[in-house]
């Protein structure tokens, strides 16, 4: 995989996220905080999960790993998790334009919440935020509907079809 394939997959994990926030943003309140008794409560929960496990990648990938998971409780609102999950993304886009394809097959020792240590090149740590990122809006798109509310759609092909890419009437 390439730099240009990695920053790709960035682009459209931004755009993916940025959908779910706009999804979410007309949601009832009670809705939004309300526990669906998914791995992580509901929709707030979930979503804290995303934005914190996003935070704590960026921090081993910069050199100063931070070990603390952000709490739901933190947030009393929406819009108080997207302005973090924004600060990430920018910080996580600088770092990934400092990169280069010889960089991504480098590997980086990281210490899991848990203690565990591991190995991984930049490349998987990389793919692997992506995949957790819409593993888990996944999880959000179906507790919006078990709410009656209408979830954005976050597929790759609907990423390349809006940004371009995608080749019409083939």
Known sequence: MTLQEIKLLFAYNAWASDRIFEALAPMPVEDYFKDLKGSHGGIHGTLTHLVGAEKIWLSRWAGSPDKT???????????????VWEKVGRETAALVAKMNDKKLQETLGITTS????YTHTYQQMFQHLVNHSTYHRGQIAAMMRQVGATP????LIAFYRQVGGAVAGR
């Open 69 to 83: 998971m952000l709490k739901a409780e933190e947030f009393t609102t929406l819009a108080d998790l997207h302005s």
């Open 114 to 117: 848990k203690g565990v240590q």
């Open 152 to 155: 954005a759609a976050t597929d």
